[in-house]
């Protein structure tokens, strides 16, 4: 079989530590099998021990987040390829760190590893902003829920007349609750908007039996829920610094049909600008798992 890289390496990437297998098939010849920390210090020793031996292709793993930082400190120095790991399972038999880096390096040198996609370095910065993002919206989603299970073991029936119990309406009673209003009818009158046409309902609502434990409940999610979204405001901030440079990229993406902004900026911080990476739109979608599992297969 062809040989396309004589001088490559394989990494078998861990949480504390990197087994690098150096192969060399051309002159000088050099095989070598040697373990890193994951310190910056000792990574930057892994780059010092290729380059030695002139090594111009490297390959590594996919492994959790690992592999990051080692990417990281190699890129600029040499053609690094991130393997996915169904995609190079090692033959069933006798599993070492050693042999999977001896594997990895092995497939490598005769090009049968499919590279996976890895954005430039600004792309992968504002990709961390925004899944944070969506971890924030998301645990501001469960607070909520626990605020309606709280309201509702105090008789409180609030979630069955308003739409929306963290809107206006909503967090003015709460925070009368919790500040020690007990009257239904002084706490309907906090409505605002369109809520107050619901008064009548507002009041037989909020009928309930209140006990200490649900007001500390409610404002140990209610501080909790603030503290979130002032996070999620600090984070538009940043995903709107990161997306200066390639700020028309994401608003022609809102032009499609129901992609909103913050749609969009996911969309971005994903795929990135760059569209060469795909052979095609088809591609695209397949990457995106867009098409059936059968259809990628063909591919």
């Not at 504002?126 to 309201?151: C, F, P």
């Not at 009818?185 to 037989?204: I, N, P, S, Y």
Request: charged share 25%.
């Amino acid at each position: 079989m062809e040989i396309l890289y004589p001088r490559c390496a394989g990494l078998d990437v861990h949480k504390d530590s990197v087994v690098a297998r150096i192969r060399c098939v051309s002159e000088p010849l050099h095989d070598e099998v040697r373990t890193f920390a994951t310190t910056t210090s000792a990574l930057m020793e892994l780059n010092e021990f290729m380059s030695a031996h002139g090594v111009t292709h490297v390959a590594m793993e996919a492994t959790g987040c690992y592999w990051k930082p080692v990417w990281h400190l190699l890129e600029g120095d040499f053609e690094l390829t991130l393997a996915n790991a169904q995609h190079i399972r090692n033959v069933p038999g006798r599993k070492t760190d050693v042999n999977d880096a001896t594997w990895i390096a092995d497939l490598l040198a005769h090009g049968l590893i499919r590279s996976s996609f890895v954005p430039p370095a600004p792309i992968q910065e504002l990709r961390d902003v925004t899944r944070t993002r969506k971890q924030l919206v998301r645990e501001v989603s469960q607070h909520s829920a626990r605020i309606q299970k709280v309201l509702e073991d105090a008789n409180l029936k609030l979630g069955s007349v308003l739409s929306d119990v963290l809107g206006k309406s909503g967090r003015a009673i709460l925070g009368a609750l919790i500040a020690g209003e007990r009257d239904p009818q002084k706490l309907a009158d906090l409505a605002q908007g369109a809520a107050r046409k619901k008064r009548a309902a507002l009041v037989e609502s909020l009928h309930g039996r209140v006990r200490p434990h649900h007001l500390g409940l409610l404002k140990v999610h209610l501080e909790l829920i603030a503290a979130l979204e002032q996070a999620l405001a600090e984070l538009d901030a940043t995903v709107g610094k990161a997306l200066a440079s390639i700020h028309e990229s994401a608003r022609l993406l809102t032009t499609m049909p129901g992609v909103s902004e913050v749609t969009a900026h996911v969309i971005v911080a994903e795929i990135g600008v760059d569209m060469t990476r795909f052979a095609s739109d088809a591609h695209l979608r397949s990457w995106g798992r867009l098409v059936s599992a059968q259809r990628r297969k063909r591919r």
